[in-house]
């Protein structure tokens, strides 16, 4: 059974930083690309940062560029997503994904394997 399994999610102060992990199980990612998603309560699902199969290529929302850094660890099959300078309006459930195209995608139909997600709290 393919599975990702989020976790490092909680409860920080404004200003302050998480470490979001993303193991997956199952079968290998390592020449897959890997996104984080996050979605608010009320909102809509929005991207947050995509990497590459090699981490060679990342992309970033505008509303996180400079703050968070996402990577990976193919021998591990995980994924990172260092979150720093954390801002309230980034409360949100985080989800990691997987996709099968080549290069990477912001999109989300791109993406075919989900994590359960881990919540996310910034106090301000």
């Known amino acids: 059974q393919v599975q990702l399994v989020e976790s490092g999610g909680g409860l920080v102060q404004a200003g302050g930083s998480l470490r979001l992990s993303c193991a997956a199980s199952g079968r290998t990612f390592s020449s897959n690309p890997m996104g984080w998603f996050r979605q608010a309560p009320g909102k809509e699902r929005e991207f947050v940062a995509a990497i590459s199969w090699s981490g060679g290529s990342r992309y970033y929302a505008d509303s996180v560029k400079g703050r968070f850094t996402i990577s990976r660890d193919n021998a591990k099959n995980t994924v990172y997503l260092q979150m720093n300078s954390l801002k309230p309006e980034d409360t949100a459930v985080y989800y990691c994904?997987?996709?099968?195209?080549?290069?990477?995608?912001?999109?989300?139909?791109?993406?075919?394997?989900w994590g359960q997600g881990t919540q996310v709290t910034v106090s301000s």
């Open positions: 994904a997987a996709s099968p195209i080549v290069g990477y995608s912001t999109t989300g139909r791109d993406y075919d394997y």
